[in-house]
């Protein structure tokens, strides 16, 4: 129970239903053969000042303003501990998630410049002694102030089985970002982890992991599944929820109770995984793309008399490589603030993909500038002469489009019809173009942007 709800002050009184719910979570993990860790994501009373990521309520004491707080802290690790202590699947405790406080100057609110952090230093020295006494084998994870970065003065390590934790978000993927960890790790001859990463785009994913990975640093993806395109698996929102979004977020009217308790429970509905979006995209430029320049195929595309390809759908891989586009990740952390999908829809990379509110779950490629290129991988049945034409918008004049065969020089670039907007879509044909029989790559160059492409029809001459 929360301090502020226990009958006798500093008793523990615990709820079984967290346990059954932690011991139900390691049984699908033991099942799969998956370590576990666990991680304290919201102390009692909350841990810092970014109110969302401690659930802390402002109006009561926080974990740094609270004795009794920091006394059920320990107390609850302790309890874990003891409970896990024999478990080998369980693969260590990180004890505090992303503390975030000012300690010495109120004014640094997040703890990002603190010179000292005793106050956090003290807790995960009392927390890591309540394990000990009652669990000497799991790993113990300690993270820094500041969401997990900051470690003045809390170093050196003392146990023998520590782990130091960092997360990383936002920022550029260079040596520079990571070189107060690596310092860390030399000067300590401590082990290392990046235990929460992610919320960007699959330019940024594929950037990070070559990164870490090439410097002996293991990583943890924050989240595998939420709303949002940019997950491996994505929940499905609805109508009625997103009107409590909107409302929250001061863009439409209040919701009746009836609609909003309607959108939220069919929200918790699409969580389960079965009802989810996955994106292999994401999960291309996680796992393949880090380690290689080749493409893939998005889908199978057999040309035969004729096949149509939805623009979407160009090949998976890296940018410059499956697509180019000049705006393709967010490093406003360091400075350089973009977005890289503008619609934030359907597919991860640096390409500006939208909802198409014409036809049901379909999509399109919005905002090709100049210079920009998507690239499809066809297999051809027969050796002919094929015709290669594209659904166009633009509300610009004097765009144009040139086409690509398995890197051989572009073909004259065609100029595209000003259809007046993004909602009008126009057929342009390219020349008749002689395709080879078995796999090939057709590319296509934004010649003069900006417009926008929905699909390529590809139809065999008779």
Not at 30 to 57: T, W
Not at 100 to 108: I, R, S, T
Not at 347 to 354: A, E, K, L, P
């Amino acid at each position: 129970l929360p301090v502020e709800q226990e009958q006798v002050a500093g008793q523990n009184t615990w709820l079984e239903k967290g346990f059954e719910l932690t011991d139900s979570l390691l049984s699908w993990c033991k099942a799969n053969h998956m370590y576990l860790i666990l991680d304290l994501h919201a102390a009692p009373g909350g841990q810092g000042n970014d109110l969302n990521i401690s659930d802390r309520d402002s109006s009561k004491p926080s974990l740094w303003q609270s004795t009794a707080n920091q006394q059920k802290t320990v107390a609850l690790w302790r309890k874990l501990a003891q409970r896990y202590a024999n478990e080998p699947m369980i693969a260590g405790y990180d004890i505090l998630n992303e503390p975030n406080w000012g300690f010495e100057d109120q004014a640094d609110r997040n703890g990002t410049k603190e010179k000292t952090n005793a106050p956090l230093l003290k807790l995960l020295k009392e927390i890591t002694a309540a394990i000990r006494e009652v669990d000497k084998k799991h790993i113990i994870i300690i993270e820094g102030n500041g969401w997990g970065n900051n470690y003045n003065g809390m170093l050196p390590p003392w146990d023998k089985n520590m782990v130091l934790s960092f997360h990383k978000y936002w920022n550029t993927n260079d040596e520079a970002s990571i070189s107060h960890i690596l310092k860390a790790r030399d000067q300590y001859n401590v082990p290392v982890w990046l235990g929460e990463t992610g919320e960007n785009s699959n330019v940024w994913y594929t950037q990070a992991i070559r990164l870490l990975e090439g410097n002996n640093i293991g990583w943890a993806w924050w989240p595998l599944k939420k709303l949002g395109a940019n997950n491996p698996l994505q929940i499905k929102s609805n109508l009625n929820y997103d009107a409590v979004v909107n409302y929250w977020n001061g863009r439409g009217r209040k919701p009746n109770e009836s609609n909003a308790y309607s959108g939220l429970m069919e929200l918790a509905t699409y969580t389960r995984i079965e009802t989810n979006i996955l994106h292999r995209d994401v999960i291309d430029a996680l796992f393949r793309q880090p380690f290689t320049t080749a493409t893939k195929p998005f889908a199978v595309y057999n040309v035969r008399d004729s096949l149509v390809i939805q623009a979407v759908d160009y090949d998976l891989g890296r940018n410059g490589y499956a697509y180019y586009d000049t705006d393709t990740a967010d490093y406003w952390v360091s400075g350089q603030r973009s977005i890289g999908n503008k619609g934030r829809i359907y597919r991860n990379d640096g390409v500006d993909i939208r909802k198409d509110s014409s036809r049901y779950e379909r999509y399109y490629v919005s905002d090709m500038e100049t210079g920009e290129w998507l690239q499809y991988t066809v297999e051809v049945a027969t050796k002919g002469i094929y015709t290669i034409s594209l659904d166009i918008a633009s509300d610009t004049s004097g765009t144009a489009l040139s086409l690509q065969l398995d890197g051989s020089p572009p073909v004259p670039a065609v100029d595209v019809p000003v259809t007046g907007n993004y909602k009008t879509w126009q057929e342009i044909g390219f020349l008749k173009m002689p395709l080879k029989a078995g796999k090939q790559t057709i590319r296509l160059f934004v010649t003069k942007g900006p417009l926008a492409l929905r699909k390529l029809v590809i139809r065999k001459n008779r």
